[in-house]
């Protein structure tokens, strides 16, 4: 992850203040313009995103909070969303990257078999997920991450670093599952198996 903490720096430098439309006039127009973006539908800035009830994803919204959160974590795996809040996709298969939320939670922030409070089953890694909308302040790290489209995921593993980039809409969100589970549990079908697993666990007989 080293590559991507040095871009997220360079991010942080580079970024400029948001524009701020001080008009009817040319809040219409940012509004049109935002509506152009190439990456599926852009959230309005200029409304407040709604607070959802209490999940088990963790949401970011600024690149400083994308690097400490994600880039930086050394212990679990992390699981992101990008999506925005007017993307059809991204609204009907939330609930779905939700549940799977709810049922890695009890592996969430549990490292190694450290168990807590949380019925857990030893020895394995923890998972954290995170969502990052994409709005005036995120598109520069959409963008600088390549996300192609909405929503999408990435899986970061604490050892390996990025090491799935998928589509996470209602038709993909079953093979989203099948390969978070085998970074966890550290075994997968082979039909799906992702290529990096067997660089992390050693267990994946994958013929190339």
């Not at 992390?78 to 939670?105: G, H, I, M, Q």
């Amino acid at each position: 992850c080293a590559l991507l903490s040095i871009v997220l720096t360079i991010l942080l430098l580079v970024k400029a203040e948001p524009f701020a439309p001080t008009n009817r006039s040319s809040t219409k127009k940012y509004k049109e313009g935002l509506r152009r973006s190439p990456l599926c539908a852009v959230a309005n800035p200029l409304k407040r995103l709604k607070n959802k009830k209490k999940t088990n994803v963790l949401r970011v919204e600024s690149i400083e909070e994308y690097k400490e959160k994600v880039v930086n974590e050394k212990e679990c795996i992390t699981v992101v969303r990008f999506y925005s809040s007017y993307c059809r996709s991204c609204r009907a298969s939330e609930p779905l990257f939700y549940k799977l939320a709810s049922d890695f939670s009890k592996h969430r922030g549990v490292h190694f078999g450290e168990c807590n409070d949380l019925e857990c089953m030893p020895g394995l890694i923890g998972v954290n997920f995170v969502e990052v909308p994409l709005t005036p302040d995120t598109s520069i790290l959409h963008e600088a991450l390549g996300v192609p489209s909405l929503p999408w995921t990435h899986i970061y593993h604490p050892d390996a670093g990025l090491v799935e980039e998928r589509r996470v809409s209602k038709k993909y969100i079953g093979e989203v599952r099948s390969c978070l589970g085998c970074y966890v549990y550290g075994e997968c079908d082979l039909d799906d198996a992702p290529a990096d697993c067997l660089n992390v666990y050693g267990q994946c007989a994958i013929d190339e």
